[in-house]
């Protein structure tokens, strides 16, 4: 069912095949089958502790940071399997770009904080630099604010600002997928529209999944939602169906607030 | 029903007792302190008086015991201990942060949790045992490759306070690489970064500080040291011209010269002059490694 909705809004970039994934003797994640559209905005609700972070992290293999994190399955991506032997991380990781719950730029100026994924791996001229760490910081509609400013420790930015710096971040290494990881939980409402109009606007160029808590926030900028409930995909589908006339009782329950 | 009014006048006297005892235990370290800086600064008082600051602080003569013409310039040992601990610290700097880095970093818990007490236990070494050392392992050894006579020098000495200052050096490294928040190694990591690039760009310039502090607190330790240095560098007092000369240093040179020194004489002063000189140099540089510390600590909260 979930399948045939989706053949119709384009190609699957991510497809996601029987997957578990155990901390220790703890399973986090049972059974997982799940496609993602390219260039559109899937999002992954539900209560706190059902597995969306640990399911968003395998998409970019961060679990593998967790010693005792153990994966089965498959995921997919541009129909290459990520948890292969011959996949190269680095490789991985530029593609499919990450931001996080708390805003993390690192302890340098704005400008390295954009430009450090491209000093990384690549040798760029300063010149090129400039105008990537540009186009980076006005795609993430920060540029206004910092161009004047761009050797300024990143710290000192609002957290707002931080977020946003650290999305043009991740957009400088020019990936095909961001990943967010509840990016609003740490900053407040006027920062997270101006973050919710931002994801917004990516869907054109990169395909986004996120993960929220926020019901609302799905609601709003999403074009599919995963309810995820004690690390089972309990339902997949559009949006609007997922919110207004859900196949679930779980689901209908979860997003009338009911429970969660 | 149980009342929970204190219980009598005893209750509050002990309570009072047992603040006034910590609190004095407190004030007793401070006092010491404070003792110990005004003991240095009125016995070297005498000396510069009779010897003249300008002479102890610019020549390069130590020599009180000569018949003709006593002199008390501190300037060759100030330059000997320069020389051994600087020496040292480009040999343990390198050394203690590289592997630091490999057990904030790079080891497996298991192996982590053998190596770090084989570090610290390095500490414990007595220095009397690693100047033992020194005289009958790295002292011959250094004779052989450079083709000298003996090798109690300051290379020794430098060998040897390496040794000693790499504890210090590797425990508050790998303290300040641990501090470093795991979001910054996660978001280096998403960037496409390599663990090495990680620790390179992102750990180490952001735990720098500390690692700074590390340094300074070995060198504080290196400059203080005296046992080692006595048995292992030669003590000669003539300016220092290169590493594989003997040198000798202010705490040598204390500890050679005390013991034999008449009382309240012009050289028992002087002595005790070069004691507030090595106090001040350690206490400055211990002083601002603890600030550095600090700074770090609320930069990285």
Redesign the interface.
Known sequence: MVNTNLKTVGQTKILVENLNLFYGQKQVLENINLSIPENQVTAIIGPSGCGKSSFIRAL?R?ND?I?EARIEGKILIDEENIYDRDID???L??KV??V?Q?P?????SIFDNVA??L???SNHNRADLEKIVEKSLRQAAIWEEVKDRLNQNALKLSGGQQQRL?IA??LA?EPEIILFDEPCSAIDPIATARVEELIHQLKTEFTVVIVTHNMQQAARISDFTAFLWLGELIEYDRTEKIFTNPANKLTEDYVTGRFG | MRSVKKKGILADLREGLIHRLFQTSGLMVIAILLGIIALLLYTSVPAFREIGLREFLTSTRWDPTSPEKPEYGFLSMLASTIMVTIGAMVISFPLGVAVASYLSDVAAPKVREIVKPIVELLAAIPSVVVGFIGITLVGPLIARVFNLSHGLNALNGSLLLAIMALPTIISISEDSLNAVPVSYVEASLALGANPWETLIKVKIPAAASGIIASLMLGMGRAIGETMTVLMATGNARAFPSGFLQSVRTLTANIAIELGEVPYYSTHYYALFALGLVLFLITFFINLSADVILEKQKRKLQ
């Open positions: 970019n961060m940071l010693p991380l680095v490789a990781r530029k770009g990450m996080f708390k993390n730029p690192f302890p340098k450090y994924g000093k990384i791996g650290c971040r991740a290494v």
